[in-house]
């Protein structure tokens, strides 16, 4: 993963706290996901770095969770050592803008709104996308939008992507129940590329679990290649 897609993946998911232990950086956003309430890696780093950041993480009344890089071999092993387990094995991908511009969205298909609708809140609360990570919306600089996605009239679906350099982030993509296998979130994605072209980005990333293999194959089918994989490292 290069340096601007790292950053952008930071800068468009921002903790609404941060804090510094050495070598890493930890964030917190408290009920917003493990993203935004970890400790990652900043630069080199000590035991000595690893015990502050656990203490900080008791400070703040939260259990040390860590998210690190598959190839980072020493702190896994580090962690593992003091019976740190990695959970939630996490892919980023990426693809060119083009992937996704190729195809005109279908009328009052998809469109491009800031701020949220009351309904796309709504979507995304019933997707366990909390009122706490929609407040991490808030905090992304500018250019950010959010995407509204519908069908025969109704909204289905709801999304943000946000740009850092030449790379629009998406996250947060959660599609109705009622309206799920309906090619909606293939829509919203080619509606974000849309915007985010708009916008002059150059390339499109992503991440997703690897546990839904529905949705990784929707994003291979596309044209997106993982780049980079995490996971989080917990007690």
């Excluded at 703040?60 to 094995?89: C, H, M, T, Y």
């Excluded at 919306?137 to 946000?162: C, H, N, Q, W, Y």
Aim: with cysteine.
């Amino acid at each position: 993963m290069d340096a601007v897609l790292a950053q952008a993946f930071e800068t468009t998911w921002p903790a609404a706290e941060y804090a510094d232990a050495g070598g890493f950086r930890l964030g917190r956003a408290p009920g917003a996901g493990g993203r935004v309430n970890s400790a990652r890696r900043a630069g080199d780093w000590t035991q000595a770095d690893l015990d502050t950041a656990i203490a900080i993480f008791g400070d703040w009344q939260q259990r040390p969770v860590f998210r690190v890089l598959d190839d980072d071999a020493s702190l896994i092993a580090a962690l593992e050592k003091r019976g740190f387990q990695r959970n939630n094995p996490t892919a980023i991908m990426t693809c060119p803008i083009a992937a996704l511009t190729d195809r005109q969205v279908p009328p009052v298909t998809a469109f491009a709104v800031w701020p949220p609708l009351a309904i796309q809140r709504e979507i995304w609360a019933a997707g366990n996308i909390n009122a706490a990570r929609q407040q991490v919306m808030e905090r992304v600089p500018a250019p950010r939008t959010s995407i509204l996605g519908r069908i025969k009239d109704r909204a289905a679906g709801a999304g943000f992507v946000a740009i850092h350099g030449d790379v629009a982030m998406v996250h947060a993509i959660e599609v109705a129940p009622d309206w799920r296998r309906a090619g909606m979130a293939g829509w919203m994605m080619r509606q974000a590329a849309i915007w985010a072209e708009e916008q002059a980005a150059a390339r499109i990333g992503l991440a997703v679990s690897r546990a839904n293999e529905g949705a990784v194959a929707l994003y291979r089918g596309f044209g997106f290649d993982e780049v980079a994989g995490y996971g989080y490292y917990e007690v």
